[in-house]
């Protein structure tokens, strides 16, 4: 279930750029390679043309404590790309005429508030002011793991109340896509993994598709890992919370076909994928637009535990992609422009990880904490032995690496931390954009 944009999320920079039909695959093999060893990603990708696979990659491990190796057909939880698929899945209830779009929420949930004036559109759109469940972080951490039922889970939505009224305003809610769930599953008269199944799964034949349960690596089914000097497993949301929101398991290979499918007509209608692309606001049902360059696709992106996924379809080209991660220690959003800049033959290089060590006594005069003017956050560093951390407000802790020169990254975000000691000075970079830090 991915969250509203935060400072550290890299932008993709657009400029010109035009599409080839062979890229070079050495190169962009040797790009994963490097990612593989410096241990900066592990999970899957898949690159389609005309609906035929051109090509993928896999690094690392569904399970690292039994040394069990990945391949494509490693399972993965996909997060907020189910949104796309519950989308679908409501305009096939549409085209069946069993729902409309302007229907209120009122026969479903006479609880909700402003159920009367909230629509399936209002959902679709995150438009409904219902707030999102998932935005009380600290308490949903004390509960995710927990099965929950839908009347738990419309209590805690209640209780959570209104943010804006209805088709005000756009802002992102998990809950929306929770109640479009349980909306689907009264309609059809049937549990949402049996509908995913019978509309979508199973007439595209995604044999790696479907809702999640407990994670089974038997089932070549992949744990999620943080990386803190190694690989740390995470905890698991049980399923029954995000449902349709959040809870869906996929493949690169299968979501690059139903991406395929999805905008070449074979799911729903065209009138209904016009529907689905149009934007109200910053959204549109279910997908969102993904400009790369001059080129213009739609797609969705994901995180659930340590999981992330994007997925994103161009028709000019007639170009899928996707990316499955279970961890990592990098920016995806970086891997994604890579691959992407590749298939359509633009120039990106190839990232260099090589550290400069310093000692625990080096890193002294880098510490204390940093406020700035331009923005309303704290920045503390701190140190672990010979490893700078830096901490900012409402934000985990990141372990940086040196670069030398008062230089550190964190690679996950794009981020460069700049220092000047003398100065009691510390410069954020990120997307082109420059922030200035005072150490307190």
């Known amino acids: 279930m991915i969250k509203k944009l935060t400072l550290f999320t890299f932008l993709i920079i657009l400029a010109h750029f035009s599409f080839s039909q062979s890229f070079d695959k050495n190169k962009l093999d040797a790009y ?60 096939k209830a549409i085209e069946e005429k069993k729902i409309s779009l302007d229907l209120t929420i009122r026969k479903f949930f006479p609880e909700i508030k402003n159920a009367e004036k909230i629509s399936i559109s209002n959902l679709l759109y995150h438009r409904s002011g219902i707030h999102d469940f998932t935005d009380d972080k600290e308490e949903f951490l004390k509960w995710h793991t927990q099965p929950k039922t839908e009347k738990e889970m419309l209590a805690l939505i209640s209780k959570g109340g209104i943010d804006f009224e209805p088709d005000t305003q756009s802002d992102y809610s998990n809950s929306n896509y929770l109640l479009l769930s349980y909306i689907l599953e009264k309609t059809f008269k049937m549990p949402y993994a049996q509908i995913l199944n019978k509309y979508i799964a199973k007439p595209l034949v995604l044999k790696n598709t479907f809702l999640g349960k407990k994670i089974n690596s038997k089932n070549n089914e992949a744990n999620s890992y943080r990386f803190e000097g190694d690989w740390k497993l995470e905890d698991e949301t049980d399923i029954s919370i995000p449902l349709g929101a959040g809870g869906i398991v996929s493949t690169p290979i299968d979501l690059v076909n139903f991406s395929t499918s999805l905008f070449g007509g074979k799911v729903i209608s065209q009138k209904s994928l016009t529907q689905m692309k149009t934007l109200n606001g910053k959204y549109g049902m279910g997908i969102s637009a993904i400009p790369f360059y001059d080129k213009a696709g739609f797609g969705h992106s994901g995180s659930i535990d340590g999981f992330s996924a994007t997925f994103s379809y161009f028709n000019d080209g007639n170009i899928a992609y996707a990316l499955t991660s279970n961890g990592s ?99 954020l970079k990120q997307g082109g954009k420059e922030f200035k830090f005072t150490k307190t």
């Not at 899957?44 to 039994?66: C, M, P």
């Open 32 to 91: 994963f390679d490097t990612l593989g060893k410096y241990n900066k990603f592990i999970g899957s990708v898949a690159v389609a043309q005309n609906g035929h696979v051109i090509y993928k990659r896999t690094l690392g491990f569904t399970n690292i404590k039994e040394k069990q190796k990945a391949n494509e057909n490693t399972k993965y939880r996909i997060g907020s790309i189910s949104k796309t698929f519950t989308a679908a899945l409501i305009f």
């Open 329 to 427: 220690n990098f920016n995806n959003n970086s891997i994604s422009l890579a691959v992407l800049s590749a298939v359509f033959n633009k120039d990106y290089n190839i990232p260099d990880f090589r550290t400069i060590e310093q000692s625990t006594t080096d890193l002294n005069k880098y510490l204390g904490t940093y406020v700035s003017t331009a923005i309303p956050i704290k920045i503390t560093i701190t140190k672990d032995n010979t490893t700078l951390i830096a901490q900012a407000t409402g934000q985990s802790v990141t372990r940086l690496t040196s670069k030398g020169n008062n230089e550190f990254k964190f690679e996950e975000a794009g981020i460069i931390l700049s220092f000047n000691p003398t100065e009691n000075q510390m410069t």
